[in-house]
């Protein structure tokens, strides 16, 4: 189904930013005359107009924190469209706005956002999402006590599914006692996506290092950058919820993505428990154990058929792989709430 299978070497350094080195990208609003701010909110967009001016509106509303620049590359190289037209409309000087010569694809644009930033710090936006307008405020408080984060992910304050807002019950629970960080390494991405690669502030020169975003890992490309990123460099989640992140009207949402997704990630995990030396068939079946916890969410994107994913789903994994998986994930959990309380009373993260 895709270029993804268990002989992918997810940690092989790629230069990702060199496949599209050929195709230019057309500065249409704004200029890079002047000094560089301390951090670009990057929009990567295609073809949303509905939904384009909320999210640069968002970014553009940011609270008690004005050394920032937004920069939006659209991945529609027609000229005169109507998300043209939208962002061209915003008068705002720390709004740039570019258009790519050709389609560089979902991830091949967020790539160039990062090569089109100027500054040290980058945070992504998508073009249907929103930022609190205290996002980057809370987000640099934090970064100003601690100068050995690498990256800082906020959570998601709500995710919008076909137009109804909702929460599952540890976000719910994790929005009660808001405050605190936690180191994130390579376990922690074992058994699913912990801290993602929008709603957080990172360092270019280090996404830089890992090779950007590889689109050979389609739809799975952000989840193997954020786990990369949080194995090499200081990666820290903190429970703040600063982010709206909608879900249900992108390509995310279709079935056949959706499908990827389920099959790159049981390989990533692979992959994963291979990296921490994790190489016996013990582990392989506790990652299938954990497969299988998720196809409820198949059913939730219409998907009932399983035979796409018969090869990874075999029935092996016993009742010792799926508990070793609950546990591990109850302590992980554990872990990561009890940490996020001692940094907030102990060293007043908020």
């Known amino acids: 189904m895709g270029k993804v299978n268990d002989k992918t070497d997810f940690f092989k350094y790629v230069d990702s930013f060199a496949k599209d080195a050929g195709v230019s990208s057309l500065l249409i609003k704004g200029d890079i005359s002047s000094v560089a701010p301390a951090v670009t909110i990057a929009i990567p967009t295609y073809k949303r107009p509905e939904f384009i001016k909320c999210a640069i509106d968002s970014a553009l509303a940011q609270k008690d924190f004005d050394n920032y620049e937004v920069v939006v590359v659209d991945n529609d190289p027609e000229r005169g469209t109507e998300t043209e037209k939208i962002v061209c409309a915003i008068d705002n000087p720390k709004l740039r706005y ?45 970064l100003k006590k601690h100068s050995s984060i690498d990256m800082l992910c906020a959570r998601q304050d709500r995710v919008i599914f076909d137009g109804n807002d909702y929460k599952d019950a540890p976000k719910v629970f994790y929005h009660k006692f808001e405050g605190g960080i936690c180191r994130m390494t390579l376990k922690d991405y074992a058994y699913y996506y912990p801290v993602r690669s929008t709603g957080c502030v990172f360092c270019r020169d280090n996404a830089l290092k890992i090779g950007g975003f590889n689109p050979d890992f389609y739809p799975t490309s952000d989840y193997v950058f954020s786990a990369l990123y949080s194995h090499f460099f200081s990666c820290y989640d903190y429970n703040r919820y600063l982010y709206d992140y909608r879900i249900g009207l992108n390509e995310s949402a279709n079935p ?95």
Do not use: P
Request: charged share 20%.
């Open 256 to 350: 056949d993505t959706y499908k990827s997704t389920f099959l790159n990630d049981y390989f990533f995990q692979i992959a994963i428990q291979k990296q921490l030396g994790h190489n016996s068939l013990f582990f392989k079946n506790i990652v299938e154990a954990n497969t299988n916890r998720n196809i409820f969410r198949l059913a939730i994107y219409g998907i009932h058929d399983l035979s796409f994913a018969k090869d990874i789903i075999s029935g092996k994994s016993r009742t010792i792989h799926k508990l070793y998986v609950y546990i591990d994930i109850l302590y992980r959990r554990c872990r990561k709430f009890l940490i996020f309380l001692i940094n907030t009373f102990l060293h007043n993260i908020k």
């Open 98 to 142: 570019y258009k790519n010569g050709e389609n560089l694809g979902m991830f091949g644009n967020m790539n160039r956002c990062i090569l089109l930033s100027r500054t040290k710090w980058i945070s992504f936006l998508h073009d249907d999402d929103l930022l609190s307008a205290n996002f980057l405020f809370c987000v640099f408080d934090v």
